[in-house]
């Protein structure tokens, strides 16, 4: 299977099943429509190229699927069969505050109250989890932690023990604990600071961009705006951060499809690396993204590039980086996050979940951290979300974008269709113009590289 689009003045070709990145010139491009006919190629083509360019390019085209970098043979169905795949738990979520000090308004969580009431985890739960997760994760010696909320600055000193405890248990058990906190920012000060950046490896801080695109979706809980609260202590948090991993996300909904301004905003405040995410939300929602809307957000997925591709670079958008050399393994690009198999999250009271977004609904509560035995139903909830991978959802099966996206985010999936295997179309056509992207980007990068050799 291959995958061609026209970006720019680029003419670009990617071979699904290899991974194989091409630029090609206007004639093998449109020999590609008709391969592998020759007879048809020489008769389509024979007006305006010569006999020897179009067999020229064909045996260039020959050589790339002799070094099999195109069209490439693609998986059998037998290659998607994990019945013998047997994940260990490898990452959690510690939902370490049902409560929030602002109340977006896109907020899946219900203002961090998850469907229940405010509550924070107490330590012994932690501990808890802490212990089940180096149970559950055998052999594995990497481990993910992310402490997640609401707000998890709201429950601050309990992360603190929590990690400290994780750290002595690591010595004990030959573990290597990874630790990534998401915060609004509203508390974030020196003392925080200083701990958050040494010890975690990662930081998620949630901002949306222009004032009055953050402040309209993401007020205090006395409606006014949180911006200018905020947005001072991210940049003293960044500017002491030094090299260590963090990313400034957003989300754009339907009142701001000119996201590329907050975008840029977010840079020009000194932010590097970014993400906005599209809003989730019900149709219903006057903030909801709408079919109609499509074209505007591809638009200005596009202007984003451009810019981009002019500044060469100077800041990192998550949805545009891609990995094409060093990316997961073949079993990884098939099962994508591993929500509920390789990961979990933990509420409050230590009842799990098989990812935060599906936390609060009793349908797939998987079990406690307390309890001594798994149940029935742990079994048979992490039997169906091994089985959310691409070789079990229809629409995947013919999608060149399958290998990158992994069939996309089953709780989307979910939420949109009330069905674990059936992908969210919307996000689907996000994914595929954002990959298209990446790969510009990629290809553009190439040919400077080859230009300057």
Not at 104 to 129: I, P, R, T
Not at 187 to 198: C, F, P, S, T, V
Not at 345 to 359: S, T
Not at 379 to 399: S, T
């Amino acid at each position: 299977m291959i995958h061609k689009f026209k970006s720019g003045n680029l003419n670009i070709v990617l071979d699904v099943n290899s991974n194989a990145l091409h630029v090609f010139d206007d004639l093998s491009y449109k020999i590609l429509d008709y391969w592998p006919d020759q007879k048809k190629i020489f008769s389509e083509l024979k007006n305006n190229y010569s006999r020897e360019e179009i067999q020229e390019c064909i045996d260039e085209i020959k050589n790339l699927e002799d070094e099999g970098l195109l069209f490439t043979k693609d998986f059998a169905p037998e290659d998607y069969n994990l019945e013998n795949y047997e994940p260990v738990i490898k990452a959690m979520c510690l939902n370490i505050a049902h409560a929030c000090n602002l109340k977006c308004k896109y907020c899946f969580a219900e203002e961090g109250n998850y469907h229940g009431e405010k509550s924070l985890m107490s330590f012994e739960v932690g501990k808890q989890a802490i212990d089940f997760l180096i149970e559950n994760s055998k052999a594995r010696k990497n481990l993910e932690i992310d402490f997640f909320g609401g707000e998890p600055l709201l429950n601050f000193e309990v992360v603190k023990k929590i990690i400290s405890y994780a750290r002595e248990q690591e010595k004990i058990y030959d573990k290597n604990f990874r630790f990534t906190i998401t915060t609004n920012g509203v508390l974030l000060d020196q003392e925080k600071i200083d701990y958050i950046n040494k010890n975690m490896f990662n930081v998620v801080l949630s901002l949306d961009g222009r004032k009055k695109t953050h402040d309209k979706m993401r007020p205090s809980k006395n409606n006014s705006g949180s911006y200018d609260i905020i947005v001072p202590n991210f940049l003293k948090f960044v500017s002491q951060r030094g090299t260590k991993n963090y990313y400034v996300r957003g989300t754009f909904t339907h009142h701001n499809l000119d996201f590329t301004e907050d975008i840029l905003h977010l840079y020009n405040l000194g932010f590097k690396n970014i993400s906005m995410e599209p809003v989730v939300a019900d149709e219903n929602c006057d903030y909801a993204l709408k079919k109609q809307d499509l074209n505007k957000i591809f638009n200005e997925y596009d202007k984003l590039l451009k810019i981009i591709i002019e500044n060469n670079q100077a800041f990192n958008f998550f949805h545009f980086m891609i990995d094409l050399n060093n990316g997961p393994c073949f079993a990884k690009r098939i099962v994508g996050c591993g929500a509920g198999t390789e990961y979990i999250a933990v509420d409050p009271v230590g009842d799990f979940y098989p990812c935060h977004q599906f936390v609060g609904l009793q349908d797939f509560k998987m079990g406690n951290v307390f309890d001594k035995d798994k149940s029935k139903k742990y079994f048979d909830i992490r039997k169906k979300f091994k089985a959310c991978n691409i070789g079990n959802k229809k629409k995947c099966q013919k999608c060149w974008a399958k290998f990158y996206c992994s069939g996309g985010c089953t709780a989307n999936a979910y939420n949109s269709n009330k069905n674990l295997y059936e992908p969210y179309d919307y996000a689907c056509e996000l994914q595929k113009k954002r990959l298209e992207c990446a790969l510009t980007l990629k290809a553009t990068q190439a040919s400077k590289i080859d230009s300057q050799s």
